[in-house]
């Protein structure tokens, strides 16, 4: 799990957008069912925009460059960035879209929208913990978010030369986002 943060405002509609220094989107993967991969994009935009005082309604629009992933392995990363992954020459970006964000405690959101990666756009439900700082801290307008979220590689055509005792099918994608 990682942490989104977005400063919060109780007036509507507010929209902010990442502070790139302090944020991040990251994926893991397992490999030879022995150990897990764990990479990132480099180079990303993402905004929320609300309408009311939380972020019940809210939408949520992520970008990524897909040449901007990262495992820290440079052979590695060709691979990944080829036609036999990502295949970042014909499909450049990596964009996610909500659809609904729900309240389900006082605390938890269940994020839901559509991912296209790879040229496939597939539905995508994502859960997030939810923490704002007392006012007592000095911290103001600012809320934290932790993100999690499964896909399957199999469903966007990614990598389908590779069984699943090579390279895992379920990838977990995870987010760390500061508002500027």
Do not use: C, Q
């Not at 977005?6 to 790139?20: I, L, Q, R, V």
């Not at 480099?42 to 495992?71: R, Y």
């Not at 923490?131 to 399957?152: C, E, H, L, N, Q």
Request: glycine share 8%.
């Amino acid at each position: 799990m990682s942490v989104l943060l977005f400063s919060f405002k109780t007036t509507a509609p507010a929209t902010w957008t990442a502070d790139k220094m302090h944020s991040k989107i990251g994926f893991s993967i397992t490999h030879n069912m022995a150990s897990d991969v764990e990479g990132s994009f480099k180079v990303f935009d993402a905004t929320i925009t609300t309408t009311g005082d939380d972020f019940t309604g809210a939408t949520i629009d992520f970008t990524a460059d897909a040449s901007s992933i990262t495992t820290d392995n440079e052979r590695r990363d060709k691979d990944i960035k080829s036609d036999d992954f990502l295949d970042v020459e014909k499909f450049p970006k990596v964009v996610f879209k909500s659809t609904s964000v729900t309240k389900t405690t006082a605390s938890t959101y269940k994020i839901v929208g559509n991912l296209t990666m790879h040229g496939v756009t597939k539905p995508l439900v994502l859960d997030a913990f939810v923490r704002i700082p007392p006012a007592a801290t000095g911290v103001t307008g600012v809320a934290g978010f932790k993100i999690s979220g499964i896909i399957k590689r199999s469903d966007f055509g990614i990598g389908g030369t590779f069984a699943n005792i090579v390279l895992g099918d379920e990838v977990t994608l995870d987010g760390e986002f500061k508002s500027k």
